[in-house]
Each structure stands twice: as structure tokens, then as C-alpha cells.
């Protein structure tokens, strides 16, 4: 299951510094506006020590990580949802991610250009809410003159949906995004191929000065008060540092998040926020072969969550071996796992849970 984000936020915030650090994808990063044109795709591996802990435990050749896919899309400017900037294009890249991973700029620093002349994340925040708000507004009030057509006409569902339509227009009139209304999951199906960025989540990335990283910090307090209020959550990072790290070895890395007094890089736990936000959960399978992670929504039964390795063993599901990751790294593989009881049999209703180490049975 691809999990799909785009980095935004305004120009020289630091997005693409980010994203080169983050995918080494080498993403062009330079000081200027609209450095980044196209939008760059970089997959991240998830860092999960339980992975490692299950290739030792089966012996498992090879380790296969979750992952995240990161877009990092051109910075947008007031007016862009009129187009300026190419804000059209931008935002119909937008569109086609899952969420939403917006950078503020919360360091000061001469060298480097700010599009409004200062560094102020409220108001840059308040800029791209703006434009977003805009280009759905844009986008509902064309469906709603289509959807009034129809439901003249009497054709089936049009009522419904534009209902649903009107309910979010008024929202978005009133400068909230849609992610806020009241939507039943009808409503949101009704509205799922109108692909309205604000309805989509959103986790704010506050890139600090090096020397601030951890520190009290009024610019990221700023962004973290919006987030509240939006109930989204905040991860600050330091772009600079996150670029030093990207050229260390797994060791050198280590030694230098000690010495910066912090036990886990900035960008894994970007990941795992972005992870966590989609709503996504781990479960492993492992063998000689590999040890792998797979990735599914909360709340997913076992046959579809075995559709993710093949469809055919979703069709011919009998059930499922299920040991949890705790025994495993505490007693070993299959066999040990089943002589001391800790292997449960489930059927088809069985809810996958984060971590669940699963041996499917099916019919070919």
C-alpha cells in the first residue's frame, strides 16, 4: 500500500533541503523562489528496529522495509490558487497525494531569502491555508453548478451529492478548511473523486536553526499553537543538521545524534508521524528468505491484509498463524513460537494489529 505525501509550504522554507535529506534523491535545492518546478518522488524506508530483530530471530536473508513515499512540490505563493507562481500546476500535484506535510520556516538567517522579507510562521502558515482554501473553493463552487443540473433533472444521487458539496462550500467560505466538517462516511465517498486538498491531513514540520534543535523556541511555539487548533501535530527538525546526517555512515550517524543528545534522527521521525497520520499500521511476515513489513490501515481483516502480499491468497484464505512481534523476539521462530502456545489460529473477521507477525493458509 503506497503511502503518498507532499512536502509544501512557501518558498526557501527548506522543503527541498528536507527532501534531499530525507530520500537522497538529490532534489535540486538553491536560494530562490520556485527553484523546484516539477515535483520530485522519493521513497523512504520506515526505520524499524523490530524488522531487524525478526531477520535474526528466521534468519532471514534480507530485510524489507515499509515505506513512505514523499513528493516534494514547488513552493507556493499568495495567489497561487489564481495561479501565480504556477500555483495551478503546484496544486493540482497537491491533489494527488494522501496528506499533506507542510514546512514552516522557524530560523533566522540573512543569507537566505524569505519571500514576505521576514520569518514569521503565523502568518506564513495563514498564506498557504489561504490558497488552499481558495483552490478548493474554486474546485466545489464548478462541481456545484454541474451537480444543480442533475439534480433538476432528477438523476439518482445528485441530491446527495450536492448536499454534501454545499455543506463543505459553506465551511470553506468561512476560511476553514474541509478537513474540519462534520462528514458522514457517505458524504465522504459522495466527495472522494472532487480530491479537495483541505480535506486531507496535514502535519506541520517546523525546519529550526541548527543551534535550536531541542531548544524553547517562540517560532516553532507559534506553529504549534496553529497545529492545536487545527488538531494536528508538529515535528521539528533541523533541515541543516538533517543533511550532515544523510551523508554518514549508520555508525557516524549514531555518534552524532549523541553528541547532539538526541536518540533518533529528525527525519525517521518525520516518517513515522507520516506513518501514524495516514492511519497505517505494521504487521511482518519472515522466513529463510526475508523478514518483511507491509503496510495497512487501521482496522483491516486478515484476508485484505493479505491481499497486499497476493490477491490470490486473499481468494483463498483458510486462516491465519498469528504471533505476536513481543514473542517473537523473546522465544524465535515458527516452531518454538508454536511448542510454547504462542502461536493463535484466526479466521477471516480477525482485525490485524500492529506488529502481528502472520503466516497465511490458503487454497490455491
Request: proline residues 4%; glycine residues 8%.
Amino acid at each position: 500500500m503506497a503511502l503518498n505525501c507532499g512536502i509544501v509550504g512557501l518558498p526557501n522554507v527548506g522543503k527541498s533541503t528536507i527532501f534531499n535529506a530525507m530520500t537522497a534523491a538529490g532534489a535540486e535545492s538553491a536560494n530562490y523562489p520556485f527553484c523546484t518546478i516539477d515535483p520530485n518522488v522519493g521513497i523512504v524506508a520506515l526505520n524499524d528496529p523490530r524488522l531487524l530483530t525478526l531477520q535474526k530471530a528466521f534468519g532471514s536473508k534480507r530485510m524489507v522495509p515499509a515505506t513512505v513515499e514523499f513528493v516534494d512540490i514547488a513552493g507556493l505563493v499568495a495567489g497561487a490558487s489564481k495561479g501565480e507562481g504556477l500555483g495551478n500546476q503546484f496544486l493540482g500535484h497537491i491533489r494527488e497525494t494522501d496528506a499533506i506535510l507542510h514546512v514552516v520556516r522557524c530560523f533566522e538567517d540573512t543569507q537566505v531569502i524569505h519571500v514576505e522579507g521576514s520569518v514569521d510562521p503565523t502568518r506564513d502558515i495563514a498564506t498557504i491555508d489561504l490558497e488552499l482554501i481558495l483552490a478548493d473553493m474554486d474546485s466545489l463552487t464548478r462541481r456545484k453548478s454541474r451537480v444543480e443540473k442533475k439534480a433538476r433533472s432528477g438523476e439518482k444521487d445528485a441530491k446527495a451529492d450536492l448536499a454534501a458539496t454545499e455543506k463543505v462550500l459553506a465551511l470553506l467560505e468561512a476560511g476553514e478548511p474541509a478537513r474540519k466538517a462534520d462528514l458522514t462516511d457517505d458524504e465522504r465517498a459522495i466527495l472522494k473523486d472532487a480530491h479537495l486538498i483541505t480535506l486531507k491531513p496535514v502535519l506541520f514540520v517546523a525546519n529550526v536553526a541548527e543551534d535550536m534543535l531541542g531548544k524553547p523556541n517562540p517560532l516553532v511555539e507559534q506553529v504549534e499553537r496553529i497545529a492545536k487548533e487545527q488538531g494536528a501535530q508538529v515535528v521539528a527538525i533541523s533541515g541543516a543538521i538533517e543533511s550532515e546526517l544523510a551523508t554518514l555512515d549508520a555508525a557516524d550517524r549514531q555518534d552524532y545524534l549523541a553528541d547532539l543528545g538526541v536518540e533518533e534522527a529528525g527525519l525517521d521521525r518525520l516518517a513515522h508521524a507520516a506513518y501514524a497520520l495516514l492511519g497505517r499500521i505494521t504487521y511482518f511476515t519472515a522466513g529463510p528468505q526475508e523478514a518483511r513489513a507491509w503496510t495497512v490501515r487501521k482496522g483491516t481483516l486478515a484476508p485484505a491484509a493479505a491481499a497486499e502480499i497476493h490477491s490470490d491468497i486473499e481468494r483463498g484464505f483458510i486462516r491465519a498463524e498469528v504471533a505476536a512481534f513481543e514473542d517473537v523476539a523473546a522465544i524465535g521462530p515458527w516452531q518454538p513460537l508454536k511448542d510454547a502456545g504462542k502461536v493463535r489460529l484466526e479466521g477471516k473477521d480477525y482485525v490485524v494489529q500492529d506488529g502481528d507477525v502472520i503466516y497465511f493458509r490458503f487454497n490455491v
